[in-house]
């Protein structure tokens, strides 16, 4: 399926084409409201953020989510839970890489950042693609990131390099997740739209994201979640109050 990206002046269609780049075959186009027929869900990108808009909620300011995120997390870093999760001390001043195999909206690859760590965000739904470009383009004076717009399981199978934290934030098997209910369902409808998603085994997934982790290999879950996988055991567990991640150190 070919999503679009609107844009709303002349001279914003080089930065639209940027961003769509991520994705080969999506559509990026001068927007005019009289076209705009029968379109259930677009990108629509003006002079001073990216929206997402939909008949079903109020246009979806990406800018101002992103800038309110950082304005309220940036100041309690040391009480993120995640943070206290990955809890990586390496000794060396090497610049630490993270790989966060669903990246979202990309509030938890925020915080990695945030934290100091370079971030590869990888994302296989084509609006969250472009949604994650803006995130690394916009916020690149404060935010290390860059996305890959490609399923995890092949991305771990062709790619070599090793991550000192893999981070993972898996959907449930009935399709939701741990995140909260407003930003889900965002993701959510986002996902729905794009019904070829492939199935990917979360075993298998965690075995490849093991083999490319040099220290810490992180999974979120719903506190009243299993494991996501049977054995081995988390060699740690930090827990919030409906959340918790799950910590398999790699020995070194
Ligand atoms: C629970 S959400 C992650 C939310 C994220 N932690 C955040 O902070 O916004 C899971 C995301 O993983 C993506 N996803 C699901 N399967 C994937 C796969 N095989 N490869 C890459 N991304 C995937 C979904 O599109 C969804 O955006």
Redesign the pocket.
């Known amino acids: 399926m070919s999503i679009k990206l609107y844009y709303t002046e002349e001279y914003l269609q080089e930065y639209a084409l940027t961003l769509a780049s991520i994705v080969p075959d999506s559509q990026v186009v001068l927007f005019d409201a009289a076209m705009i027929v029968d379109e259930q869900l677009y990108l629509l990108l003006n002079k001073d953020t990216l929206l997402l808009v939909s008949s079903l909620f109020k246009p979806f300011d990406l800018d101002l989510f992103y800038n309110e995120f950082i304005i309220k997390r940036k100041p309690g870093l040391k009480r993120e839970i995640l943070l206290q999760a990955i809890n990586l001390r390496t000794g060396t001043d090497e610049l630490l890489e993270a790989l966060?195999?669903?990246?979202?909206?990309?509030?938890?690859?925020i915080l990695m950042a945030l934290a100091g760590f370079r971030v590869t965000m990888?994302?296989?739904?084509p609006y969250?693609a472009i949604i994650l470009n803006y995130l690394s383009i916009n916020f690149c004076a404060q935010l290390k990131l860059t996305v890959q717009y490609?399923?995890?399981?092949k991305y771990l199978q062709t790619n070599s390099q090793k991550y000192h934290v893999i981070y993972f934030?898996?959907?449930f098997a009935d399709g939701k997740?741990?995140?909260a209910k407003k930003?889900?369902q965002l993701?959510d409808l986002m996902?729905k739209f794009v019904s070829d998603?492939a199935f990917?085994n979360n075993e298998e997934v965690f075995n490849l994201a093991y083999a490319h982790c040099l220290h810490k290999l992180v999974i979120?879950r719903d506190n009243k979640q299993r494991c996501l996988i049977p054995k081995p055991d988390p060699t740690y567990v930090k827990s919030g109050k409906t959340i918790r991640f799950d910590v398999y150190q790699v020995p070194s």
């Open positions: 966060d195999l669903t990246a979202g909206l990309g509030r938890d690859s990888l994302e296989n739904n969250l490609i399923s995890n399981d934030d898996p959907m997740s741990s995140l930003d889900m993701i996902i998603s990917v979120k």
